[in-house]
């Protein structure tokens, strides 16, 4: 992981096939708890109302889920909730 300022950069040799951005509501970029933040499952939500088509759906009513997505590139962007 390398990081400068508010800019936070994982180098993930071999592990996933192609580049993926990162998203992980209710943390800072210190991994620390924010008091509010919007939960994945409304995410998922709003983009799905947009039509943008979810890889992943979120599991569950509440805390720990996640959703996957492709950008038009072929990336997967993963939304990454811990809390």
């Known amino acids: 992981m390398l990081k400068n300022g508010q800019t936070v950069i994982g180098l993930f ?28 499952r ?7 109302v947009a039509g943008i088509p979810l890889n992943e759906t979120p599991k569950g ?3 720990p889920a996640y959703i996957m997505l492709t950008d038009l590139d072929g990336n997967p962007i993963l939304i990454d909730q811990h809390r």
């Open 13 to 40: 040799q071999g592990m996933f096939d192609k580049n993926m951005l990162t998203f992980n509501p209710g943390w800072n970029q210190d991994k620390e708890s924010l008091d509010e933040f919007t939960d994945v």
């Open 42 to 48: 409304k995410i998922a939500s709003q983009l799905s």
């Open 61 to 63: 009513e509440n805390g």
